[in-house]
Each structure stands twice: as C-alpha cells, then as structure tokens.
C-alpha cells in the first residue's frame, strides 16, 4: 500500500516562529508537492520538488522555503511564520511523468497565533 | 493558464439519490483530468482519472465521470449515493510544463441526508 505520512496532524505555533513541516514517502517517487487548503480556494501549489535538491515555485511560495535532502523526504518550512499561514498543508508524491496519480498525505492542521 | 471551475460549492442529496458534480475546465489541447475525494478530516483520494479515448470513465466506490470536449467539462456522477460519500470532492487538470504538477477547483462540499 502506498503511504504519505507528515510529521504532524496538528500543530500551533507563534508568530515569527520558524516552523518545519515534514513529509515522508514510501513509494520511491520523483516527484513531491507541497499545496496549502484553505477554504473556498480549493488547493494551491507552494513548492514542487522532481529530484533531490531540486525544487520549483509553485503558485504561492512567498513566505516558504523547501529542503529535499533524500528523495523519501520533503520539507516545508516557514522561516517567521504569520497568522495568514494558517491553514492545512498537504503534502503529495508521484512519479516521474504525465498523468502520473498524486497520492496524498493526510494533512497538517497549523494555527499560527 | 490552466483552470478548473466547480460551479457548487455544497450540494446536499438524500441517500439513494443520484449525484452530479460538476467540473468545467479550461485548456488549450487535450487535458488530463482528475477527480479527488477528501473525507472528513484525510488527504485526498483519487477516484478516476481520464488521458483520452473512452470518454465515459470508471472510477472506485461507484463513481463515473464523463468527459465532454464540446463542453469542457468533466462531471463527476454516481447512480445511488451513500451517506459514507459525505465528503468534499476536487476536480483537477494536469498543469503543461511537465513535472506532473495539478490545477485544483475549488471543491464541492457534498452533504448526505438520511
């Protein structure tokens, strides 16, 4: 069975506080997404990864930063963290490819106060 | 760019009823799409995907989407609906430039009564 885990389900932090989130695939998938769920915008790419220390921008990166060291992880983190980055992350991971399926971790729920 | 429209933002059926989720897009050549489903509380789910040829796709748990080019559309439909598909479903379009990146809609909030 394939498996997206992420470090946290829930998490509540400061502000300025420099928060990371991780994520962990099993599948030895290429590439990994990072999106950010809010309410009635649907999901939006922060940052996309296709390889080791490779990383791409995706839709709204201001305010975020990524690290793939290995290719089973990838973390997002938001270097001084702020009350607009509330939200629930969601990491995903794929293979390499079009119409490859994304498979989904379960979620972090982060208030910033 | 790329874009998806879900025109709902809730829909609520009774258990038993059919179901149709509506999903518009917007894109230059033949797009590959996809339909995800969140549960309370989870990740989200792939139900189906469609690349090209039948335009009619299966998908799990029940679920069917047909894809119509003349419309640019790919609703998502299902003929009896439980009250374990309460969710909150996505349509997405598959991003050009590689990398397998996806567009999301907004999302249809689907509520079940008994």
């Known amino acids: 069975d394939v498996k997206v885990t992420q470090s946290s389900r829930y998490l509540v932090k400061r502000t300025g506080e420099k928060v990371f989130l991780e994520c962990v695939q099993d599948?030895?998938?290429?590439?990994m997404f990072w999106y950010r769920q809010d309410p009635g915008l649907g999901l939006r790419l922060i940052y996309f990864s296709y390889d080791v220390k490779m990383k791409e921008k995706g839709d709204i990166p201001e305010g975020y930063s990524v690290s793939r060291e290995k290719k089973e992880r990838f973390s997002l983190i938001l270097e001084s963290a702020s009350t607009n980055q509330t939200s629930m992350y969601l990491c995903?991971?794929?293979?390499?490819?079009?119409?490859?399926?994304?498979?989904f971790g379960p979620g972090t729920r982060l208030l910033v106060l | 760019a790329q874009s998806v429209t879900q025109p709902d933002i809730h829909i609520t059926v009774s258990e038993g009823a059919s179901l149709e989720l509506r999903c518009n897009y917007s894109y230059g050549a033949t797009p590959y799409l996809f339909w995800y489903v969140q549960s309370p509380g989870q990740g989200l789910q792939l139900l189906l995907k469609y690349f090209s040829g039948d335009t009619l796709v299966q998908g799990i748990k029940g679920f069917e989407a047909e894809f119509k080019r003349s419309q640019s559309s790919f609703n998502l439909r299902k003929p009896s609906v439980h009250w374990s598909d309460a969710a909150e479903y996505f349509c997405a379009v598959e991003t050009t430039g590689g990398g397998n990146k996806l567009t999301f809609g907004t999302g249809t909030q689907l509520k079940v009564e008994l």
């Open positions: 995903a991971s794929s293979g390499q490819g079009p119409r490859e399926t994304q498979y």
């Open positions: 599948m030895d998938h290429e590439n």
